[in-house]
């Protein structure tokens, strides 16, 4: 697939990044400075001026369990990185004893009493930087969970957004076949007072009656297709799929956003997706871990010491107790381990090399993501232009058949025709509308709107 023109500097510089988590130490993303379009995008719904859309959205970012799950991942990934960092700072432990002895052996002997306080520290330099790069990798991977939590707001939000376009659409739908459903049913209604007058046949009465129920067939469906919407946008809000029909009984409007809000946001936006951004600093960590592997190879170095006091009674403690201390110092270097040290470089340099081709694979899967968005927004939105002309054309041709045929010039088969077209058109318009919505929906997915980068 050739690449578009406007996505090169992107890819060059996110191959530049790339190339320097490999060969150099690894450090956090800098920010992005913000933009109008990048505000924008962090809140895409506003765009499309629903305020219902917008109220499901803030409540299935808060309750949707997805989002908590992640939450707590985060939550998970930021403990550990603080464990790793406690790492490099030196340890101190405290102890107390008490110990009553009796000898078996002489009556005339007293049970001897003896009691301990003790402090013990320990500290391992970081010589060689091995917890350092533990820490680094750590924070990479906090900072990547971070990220993975914004993909998946991302991922509900356009869940959500695309729950309720179908919902709207369908609804939208419904309506356009009820009022056709009510227009041949006026129709079928004339046909029999004619076909009780002797004015037509019963053939025509029959074909009225089809293709009223026909019509009629296809209003199940729609009521299931919102049933279900409804049931889904509950359960992405975190509640029981029946918890939403009350509220979202009454139809609404289709929600259509602005024509150039989704095509002027600039392709460096891209930059921000949370899945690009999480690959990338999974790269970081993976490269901080070869570091952290390299310097177990190297020797090491710990200080340790304790100070204690000794007493007969618990009141001499603290007055009369005896004092011991001890301070030790110790290298150690491993001088062979059958390969395990090196493999275990080796291995690392493998997971890197992992998240590296992980990295560009999401880079390159963004680009196509945005393009095909691109491409289909293009289309449905041409598609929309030519349903809606053939739709204001069938409506009229609609209405010149039924005074036609009330004045004898056309035959009911024509009627019928025009009436089955208008229906076809005006649904496909609907579908299309909705069909554009959604466009934008997954182009904003795309770009990675939906979330607000740290």
């Known amino acids: 697939m050739t690449m578009p023109a406007r996505f090169a500097p992107l890819l060059l510089t996110l191959s530049m990044s790339l190339a320097g988590c490999a060969s150099a130490p690894p450090q956090p993303p800098m920010p992005a400075t913000a933009t109008s379009a990048d505000v924008r995008l962090t809140a895409w719904w506003q765009g499309f001026g629903d305020a219902q859309l917008a109220a499901l959205l803030r409540q299935a970012q808060q309750a949707n369990t997805d989002v908590r799950l992640a939450q707590a991942s985060l939550q998970q990934a930021r403990a550990l990185r603080d464990v790793a960092a406690a790492g490099l700072l030196p340890g101190l432990s405290g102890s107390a004893a008490a110990q009553r002895s009796d000898s078996n052996n002489s009556s005339s002997s007293s049970p001897v009493n003896s009691f301990k306080l003790g402090l013990d520290a320990s500290w391992e330099p970081d010589l060689f930087g091995g917890q350092r790069s533990a820490v680094q990798a750590q924070q990479a991977t906090a900072e990547a969970s971070a990220a993975s939590l914004g993909d998946v707001q991302v991922a509900v939000a356009a869940e959500v957004a695309l729950a309720y376009i179908s919902l709207r659409g369908n609804q939208a739908r419904l309506a356009i076949a009820e009022a056709n459903l009510a227009s041949q049913l006026e129709t079928l209604q004339i046909t029999e007072w004619r ?12 074909q009225a009656r089809a293709a009223t129920e026909q019509t009629r067939a296809q209003l199940p469906a729609l009521q299931t297709g919102i049933a279900q919407s409804r049931h889904a946008l509950a359960l992405l809000s975190g509640q029981p799929p029946a918890a939403l029909d009350a509220q979202l009984a009454a139809s609404a409007p289709l929600p259509q956003p602005g024509q150039d809000l989704a095509l002027s946001i600039p392709a460096e936006t891209l930059r921000q997706r949370p899945d690009v951004r999480a690959a990338e600093l999974r790269v970081q960590a993976a490269a901080a871990r070869v570091g952290e592997a390299e310097a177990a190879r190297l020797p090491s170095l710990r200080i340790g010491g304790n100070v204690g006091l000794s007493a007969l009674s618990l009141g001499t403690l603290t007055n009369g107790a005896s004092l011991a201390s001890a301070l030790l110092a110790s290298v150690s270097l491993p001088l062979f381990d059958g390969g395990a040290a090196r493999a275990q470089v080796r291995a690392q340099q493998a997971a890197l090399a992992q998240a590296q081709a992980a990295y560009q694979a999401t880079v390159l899967g963004a680009l196509r993501d945005v393009e095909d968005a691109l491409v289909a927004l293009r289309g449905d939105r041409e598609r929309l232009a030519r349903l809606q002309a053939a739709s204001a054309s069938a409506a009229r041709a609609a209405l010149l058949a039924r005074q ?26 609907a579908t299309a509308m909705a069909a554009v919505s959604a466009d934008h929906v997954r182009l904003y997915k795309a770009l990675g709107g939906g979330w607000q980068p740290s």
């Open 195 to 206: 076909l009780q007058a002797g004015l037509t046949t019963s053939l025509e009465a029959e």
């Open 404 to 429: 036609r045929h009330g004045s004898g010039l056309v035959d009911f088969q024509t009627v019928l025709e025009t009436q089955r077209n208008q229906l076809n058109t005006e649904d496909g318009v």
